[in-house]
């Protein structure tokens, strides 16, 4: 939950130097996405962040690319909060391209939960 002001563009550049704790990143493409109209990003648009990142595995030199979607939801009952969902994926660039469709079809199944309506 999120009681800033924060913009998702600011949010996602909030990971880049977490990231760097564990080598240099580089964000290779950062854009907007969706619609309010669209179910589950109610605070649109929402931001997808495609990084890449150079760290090491068991000392040994590690390439990884990462896709970060971040969507915004608010507390229908209360507009000062709000949800802020990261969703991400990472995978070596041998990787990505037999693993991206599928990312993308997850992604277009996330919206919020439906009210009971008890």
Partial sequence: MRND????WQIADE??????QAGTVEVVK???????????LTDAPGVVQNLRLHTTLK????????SQVYLGMEDV????????IELVLTAKPSQMAEVLDDFKA????V????????
Avoid: H, Y
Wanted: charged share 35%.
């Fill in 106 to 109: 997850f992604l277009r199944t």
């Fill in 59 to 66: 000392g040994e030199p590690l390439e990884l690319l990462q």
């Fill in 5 to 8: 002001s924060a913009t998702m």
């Fill in 30 to 40: 950062k854009s907007e996405v969706g619609t309010p109209d669209i179910p589950g």
């Fill in 77 to 84: 009952r209360n507009t000062a909060k709000r949800a802020v």
């Fill in 15 to 20: 990971s880049v130097p977490r990231l760097e």
């Fill in 111 to 118: 919206r919020p939960a439906e009210e009971d309506s008890d």
